[in-house]
């Protein structure tokens, strides 16, 4: 066994915690790990450029911007807190959950490239959500709006990742068929995404408890800051 | 037909387009990178199909602009470009607008829903309008073109002045935007040069086989280390599952097998949740959404994916043994 390749990880690691630009340090280890299992440059150069090209679906989500960014220069994110700021029953813990439901939902029949960070999150849930929070504490500061789209992001993720592997024509489903179906066990892909569904369960209850939780603090806050102006 | 490749053409303009207007305002890192990274993307059928051919020099000048690439990130200081305009002006355009600005950013999810939902059936009568490989990416790219003619039309805006805001968010995003690429082929790297086989044996080296929950626990948090490490829960998978899943749960203890497989998946996308190897996921969203701290995101999703991951581990433990 050779255990020389396992550099590569030291140097991701290394270079994460020194916080060096994460560019050079994943192709220096890449370069590291190929080199040591005894791969030639040339193999190493081609496989690294290959591999490259055949994972260009994602930067799909710069295609988005040039939209996106007209919008927002119309206006798009300040219509967005506007229209918000103006729905009363429509509370932040309302709106992530709402959204995250929706993203779980659309995970489940396999529509994962519906919603995501550049097509729906910085156009429209971040801006909805700051103008949702706005409505409890009217003093949010940058950290707090740093906290929040960091939320709203944590979010989509999260109903996306727990989502999809509920979708039988779903990679990951399809991976864990054709893994077992190699090694002689056969399983039909129905009884793999179904055990998937209780982890969704507890995924939208986890995330919907915690965002509901952040609501309560911001809550408490403005209750703090109202205690303190009498 | 549509196919995918055209999607990956059109970047390559737009890259094109960013990395020329950075050289014009004399930013030449910039500008060189954003090119370098627009050839890799307009040559990138050519290079796959000569791989596929056996003819490797392509994919060898393809693996040094990579490696051009990571000389030149470092050069790039995420200097974001002022706003073209004030926030009165866009309230005010906001006001005079309303809800119509929401229909063009509603396109780009309706229309790759229409795509995703409808093709298929288009493709059953033989009227195919989407190669069926990446359909709903290829779908996605339409939305966004789609979406931007809407967008022009709706401000009054010409089409030129969305490619210009395009890239000032582009150069916004910067670096990080090319880390799940290169995530992705160092994923490759790793599993072509036995890094997992490598950790796997390391491992059962160490472990007591015979307690089926010492083994369980092993797995669950091989699965979530291992994803960290490699940024991707289908990359670990097959190498937890030949090392440890197969031999010691399903043979040895007789775990259920379709309950171990979905389940131990899922263990490894809270390990996705943690960890800035997942650049695509962590990353790049903190950079679109312009956080100071580029992993803020990840702190956000940690004790979301502890919880989860605790709660899935304690149902495996009820389930897999029965």
């Known amino acids: 066994m050779n255990y020389w390749p396992l550099l590569g990880i030291a140097v991701i690691v290394a270079g994460f915690a020194l916080r060096f630009n994460p560019v050079p340090v994943v192709v220096v280890a890449a370069l590291a790990s190929g080199l040591l299992s005894g791969l030639s440059v040339g193999q190493l150069l081609a496989l690294l450029g290959s591999s490259f090209e055949s994972s260009r679906m994602l930067l799909m989500f710069v295609l988005t911007l040039p939209a996106i960014g007209l919008l927002e220069r119309a206006g798009l994110r300040e219509h967005a807190q506007r229209w918000i700021g103006r729905l009363h029953g429509l509370t932040l813990a309302r709106l992530l959950i709402g959204y995250l439901l929706l993203r779980q939902l659309l995970a489940m029949l396999g529509l994962t490239g519906v919603a995501g960070a550049a097509q729906t999150v910085r156009p429209l849930l971040a801006p909805m959500g700051e103008a949702a929070a706005e409505k409890i504490l009217p003093g949010f500061g940058d950290a707090d709006r740093d906290e929040l789209r960091a939320i709203a992001a944590a979010t989509d993720n999260v109903g996306r990742f727990f989502g999809e592997d509920v979708f039988v024509a779903m990679g990951a489903v399809l991976l864990i068929q054709a893994f077992y179906a190699q090694h002689g066990i056969e399983l039909t892909p129905l009884s793999i995404a179904l055990w998937a569904l209780p982890v969704a369960v507890v995924a939208f209850v986890v995330q919907s408890l915690r965002v509901w939780r952040y609501q309560r603090r911001l809550q408490r806050r403005a209750a703090g800051a109202r205690g303190e102006a009498h | ?322």
């Open chain 2, 1 to 322: 037909m549509l196919r995918i490749e055209h999607a990956y053409w059109l970047i390559a303009l737009f890259l094109l387009y960013a990395g020329l207007r950075n050289l014009r305002e004399r930013r030449p890192w910039h500008g060189a990178f954003w090119i370098v990274l627009a050839a890799l993307f307009g040559g990138g059928d050519w290079v796959l199909a000569q791989r596929a051919a056996g003819n490797t020099l392509p994919a060898q000048f393809a693996g040094g602009g990579v490696v051009l690439l990571a000389v030149l990130a470092p050069r790039l200081k995420r200097m974001a470009h002022a706003e073209s305009r004030s926030v009165e002006q866009r309230l005010q355009s906001a006001l005079a607008l309303g809800h119509r600005l929401f229909v063009p950013a509603l396109l780009i999810p309706l229309v790759t829903l229409l795509v995703a939902l409808f093709d298929a059936h288009l493709a059953a009568g033989g009227h195919a309008l989407f190669a069926a490989p990446q359909m709903t990416l290829t779908g996605l790219a339409l939305a966004c073109a789609i979406a931007l003619f809407a967008a022009a039309r709706v401000t009054r805006a010409p089409l030129q002045q969305g490619f210009a805001e395009g890239r000032r968010l582009l150069d916004a995003i910067g670096w990080a935007a090319l880390l799940p690429l290169l995530l992705a082929a160092l994923g490759e790297v790793f599993t072509r040069s036995g890094v997992g086989t490598a950790i796997t044996a390391l491992t059962t080296a160490w472990l007591p086989t015979g307690s089926a929950l010492a083994c369980l626990l092993a797995f669950a948090l091989g699965m979530v280390l291992f994803t960290v490490i490699m940024g991707n829960a289908f990359a670990a998978f097959p190498v937890m599952m030949a090392g440890m899943g197969l031999p010691l749960l399903v043979h040895q203890h007789g775990a259920h097998p379709a309950i171990l497989g979905s389940m131990g998946m899922l263990c490894g996308y809270c390990g996705t949740l943690l960890t800035p190897m997942a650049a695509d996921f962590n990353l790049v969203p903190a950079a679109l959404l312009e956080l100071r701290d580029p992993y803020g995101v990840i702190r956000a999703q940690a004790w979301s994916a502890f919880w989860i991951l605790a709660a899935t581990v304690a149902m495996m433990c009820f389930l897999l043994f029965r």
